[in-house]
């Protein structure tokens, strides 16, 4: 059986988004984002089929995209490393992978997403297409990239996240 994401291998994923009957998302001019823009509207309870909806487009999103991704966490090596030797590995299979296990969690209206190195959690309240897409890849770019070996901390992290587009991002 064919998924979404093998049906659409060759689509860029902003017509794949586009294409998507009763989905509307609005993507960044800026070159360097990846993130959709967030319109701050109320979207409907998060369920199960729209999750699957959004680990397709996120996947494609990371596959093609991956360059970008390498790029930004690159950027910040430099600026953190100022010319020390430093390797970076950055592993997109796994946030694919951490993509494709995801799950509504029910229990959390909080936080609108958390992940760990195997699986992400997605709120079950309201969220805009726009905005599901955003937490599922927010998330997915979480656990995927080390410096010399180790761990990137959380707010490098989210340097890299924001300077991917994620407008919410602190």
Request: charged share 35%; glycine share 4%; proline share 1%.
């Amino acid at each position: 059986k064919q998924t979404a994401v093998s049906l659409s291998a060759n689509m860029d994923y902003k017509s794949f988004a586009r294409d998507l009957k009763g989905v509307y998302i609005k993507w960044s001019k800026n070159p360097g984002h990846i993130f959709p823009e967030y319109r701050h509207v109320s979207g409907s309870h998060v369920s199960t089929k729209r999750v699957n909806v959004a680990k397709s487009l996120v996947t494609l999103i990371l596959k093609q995209e991956e360059k970008k991704i390498e790029r930004a966490f690159e950027e910040l090596a430099r600026k953190k490393y100022k010319g020390k030797k430093m390797s970076l590995s950055v592993d997109i299979n796994s946030a694919i992978q951490r993509v494709q296990n995801a799950k509504v969690k029910r229990d959390n209206e909080y936080d609108y997403g958390e992940a760990d190195d195997e699986c992400i959690w997605i709120t079950a309240c309201k969220l805009a297409d726009d905005e599901l897409v955003g937490v599922l890849l927010h998330e997915a770019l979480h656990y995927i990239a080390t410096f010399n070996g180790k761990d990137i901390c959380e707010k490098d992290e989210h340097f890299v996240i924001k300077m991917l587009g994620d407008e919410d991002e602190c």
